[in-house]
T-cell receptor, first 113, second 112 residues
Framework: DQQVKQNSPSLSVQEGRISILNCDYT??????FLWYKKYPAEGPTFLIS?????DKNEDGRFTVFLNKSAKHLSLHIVPSQPGDSAVYFC????????????FGGGTRLMVKP | DSGVTQTPKHLITATGQRVTLRCSPR?????VYWYQQSLDQGLQFLIQ???????AKGNILERFSAQQFPDLHSELNLSSLELGDSALYFC???????????FGSGTRLTVV
């Protein structure tokens, strides 16, 4: 039972355009959401996060939107750059012991020059 | 360098064997998490330790075990290995109530 889903395994975008990566979750107990970026041969690195008390968080070119009623979050990258090409994982955390994160399956973003 | 060190980076072993993966967390982090990533799949949570004690358990097989030592480094032991255990194994660490993990670069295990 996948509690966090990223339904698009891949996304291709032209440099300078907006990239939108989507993530859906099923567990209503999740109250904190994160996006991680992963390059080949490296571990995931933290990108941006959002608490359930907010619906938007912005950090430079990256903005995360949270729609609690739809149990949906999205990551917007504007403008997209070739260096953004990577696999993006969304993750969620709830009021569970250990602060464990549940990850989605990832979306491979390719930004074409 | 994320500050989380995993060794070895690559490991090739035969079915039925046993291996140990090692993780040194970032300085000051008390929690260590182990995740498995198979064939471009998502990250599957295996187990977490906090300051030497098991804190949470995920989809970890009985053939797998882990521990965290007094110096806070952790080891993941995989035994009676099967072909399907081939995967990337990531370790991450965090301060107790910090929701952000710092990941190591992973150990790629290949079982032949």
């Amino acid at each position: 039972d996948q509690q966090v889903k990223q339904n698009s395994p891949s996304l291709s975008v032209q440099e300078g355009r907006i990239s939108i990566l989507n993530c859906d979750y099923t567990n209503s107990m999740f109250d904190y959401f994160l996006w991680y970026k992963k390059y080949p041969a490296e571990g995931p690195t933290f990108l941006i996060s959002i608490s359930s008390i907010k619906d938007k968080n912005e950090d430079g070119r990256f903005t995360v939107f949270l729609n609690k009623s739809a149990k949906h979050l999205s990551l917007h990258i504007v403008p997209s750059q070739p260096g953004d090409s990577a696999v993006y994982f969304c993750a969620a955390s709830g009021n569970n012991a250990g602060n464990m994160l549940t990850f989605g399956g990832g979306t491979r973003l390719m930004v074409k020059p | 360098d994320s500050g989380v060190t995993q060794t070895p980076k690559h490991l090739i072993t035969a079915t039925g064997q046993r291996v140990t993966l090692r993780c040194s967390p970032r300085s000051g982090d008390l929690s260590v998490y182990w995740y498995q990533q198979s064939l471009d799949q998502g990250l599957q949570f295996l187990i977490q330790y906090y300051n030497g004690e098991e804190r949470a358990k995920g989809n970890i097989l009985e053939r797998f075990s882990a521990q965290q030592f007094p110096d806070l480094h952790s080891e993941l032991n995989l035994s009676s290995l099967e072909l399907g255990d081939s995967a990337l194994y990531f370790c991450a660490s965090s301060v107790r109530h910090n929701y952000g993990y710092t990941f190591g670069s992973g150990t790629r295990l290949t079982v032949v």
